[in-house]
Structures are given as structure tokens and as C-alpha cells.
């Protein structure tokens, strides 16, 4: 079955990197995806990545991707405390377009 | 351009009323997705149209769960009657088959006591 597993917790100061790490079980997945929720409000896309790439750069984020060993990371350069969140890994399953979440991440920026 | 519409965006119930939540997915998108977030299972898909039409809803709870999309701009979910354990946020979603990107509303945080 389709699982996505992402650490439920992490914490940086500002102006330190953050990377944040996913690992996901279907090998056929095409895209997988990060978005962001902060307090109260919806998902956010941030970035999503081809599984035939290893790597994506969207300004401070990039995105780097194992296939062979199904692990998908994004990393957030000079964090600030406006990117304090939750960071959902999500892969996109088979070719309805469904998306399988993990439980997501929450990003804690220390001033 | 305006994004996935929910209403209401906050409802607060007794149980045993009936509940129903409305999406407007984004213009021209032509897949719509609901789903339900809560702190012990996560995000869950309950139910997902394509072209209008139930693609698959293995993740609909109970009975007591139902979504219709009588056309491309709107859809329901609606709980009938509504139990203290249904209190979550759903998620409505909608993104276009040709795409790779799955847009989100705002949610309907829902508390039933």
C-alpha cells in the first residue's frame, strides 16, 4: 500500500537552513509535491518535482529527489520566521491525479 | 484569478444535524477532490470527481457521508447526521487532468459537539 512518511517535528534558528525529509513507498509515483499550512489556513503549493530529476532550485528552496531510494527532501536556505508551518510531502499516485499526503512536518524558527 | 471556494469557512453543530459543505473548484478545472484533515489521521482523500462524474470514494466514511457535483462549478459533501467524531477541517481541491498541480481552498473547519 501507498504510505508517506515525513518526522513530525523540526527546529531551527533563523538564518540557518532548514531540510525537512520524506520517504514514500510507490515506485510509479510521477510527481511528488511539498506544500505548506500555516496556523488556520489552507495548503499551499510550494514546489513539486518530476521523478525522472533529482534536484529542483525555486529560489531559497530546493528540492532533492532519491529515487532509487524513495526519499524526497526540501531544503529551505536563510529560514525566516515567516516560514514557521507545517510542510506536507505528498506523492501523486497512479494517473488520476489523487495525491497521498504524509502527516507533515512542523517547522519551529527560533529568532 | 480567484482559487478553490469553500463554505461555510468555520460551522460549529449539534450532533445529529445535518451538515453540508460547498466547493467551488477553479474555473476549467475539470477534477475536484475532497478531503478531510484531522490531527490523529492526517490528510485523508474521502471522495474525488472527474468531468463531474465520482471517480472513486473508497475513502467516504459511512453512509452518512455523500457528495454530488451536478456540474463543473459546484460541489457538496454533506453529513447526515453528524457525530462528534466527524470535527475536522475538509479540504476541497480541484486541479486540470493536463496538469500536475493540485490547488486547495481554504478548508471548512468543522466542529460537531
Known amino acids: 500500500g501507498e504510505d508517506v512518511e515525513q518526522s513530525l517535528f523540526l527546529s531551527v534558528r533563523e538564518g540557518d537552513s532548514s531540510v525537512i525529509n520524506c520517504t514514500y513507498t510507490?515506485?510509479?509515483?510521477?510527481?511528488l509535491y511539498w506544500y505548506k499550512q500555516e496556523p488556520g489556513a489552507g495548503l499551499q503549493l510550494l514546489t513539486y518535482?518530476?521523478?525522472?530529476?533529482d534536484m529542483k532550485q525555486d529560489q531559497r528552496l530546493t528540492v532533492l529527489l532519491n529515487k532509487k531510494d524513495k526519499h524526497l527532501s526540501l531544503r529551505i536556505a536563510d529560514t525566516q520566521t515567516g516560514d514557521s508551518a507545517i510542510y506536507f510531502c505528498a506523492e501523486k499516485w497512479g494517473s488520476q491525479g489523487n495525491l497521498i499526503f504524509g502527516k507533515g512536518t512542523k517547522l519551529s524558527v527560533k529568532p | 484569478d480567484a482559487g478553490v471556494i469553500q463554505s461555510p469557512r468555520h460551522e460549529v453543530t449539534e450532533m445529529g444535524q445535518e451538515v453540508t459543505l460547498r466547493c467551488k473548484p477553479i474555473s476549467g478545472h475539470n477534477s475536484l477532490f475532497w478531503y478531510r484533515q484531522t490531527m490523529m489521521r492526517g490528510l485523508e482523500l474521502l471522495i474525488y470527481?472527474?468531468?463531474?462524474?465520482?471517480?472513486?470514494d473508497s475513502g467516504m466514511p459511512e453512509d452518512r457521508f455523500s457528495a454530488k457535483m451536478p456540474n463543473a462549478s459546484f460541489s457538496t459533501l454533506k453529513i447526515q447526521p453528524s457525530e462528534p467524531r466527524d470535527s475536522a477541517v475538509y479540504f476541497c481541491?480541484?486541479?486540470?487532468?493536463?496538469?500536475?498541480?493540485?490547488?486547495f481552498g481554504e478548508g471548512s473547519w468543522l466542529t460537531v459537539v
Open positions: 510507490d515506485s510509479s509515483s510521477t510527481y
Open positions: 481541491a480541484s486541479s486540470l487532468d493536463s496538469g500536475n498541480t493540485i490547488y
Open positions: 470527481f472527474n468531468n463531474n462524474v465520482p471517480i472513486d
Open positions: 518535482i518530476f521523478s525522472n530529476m
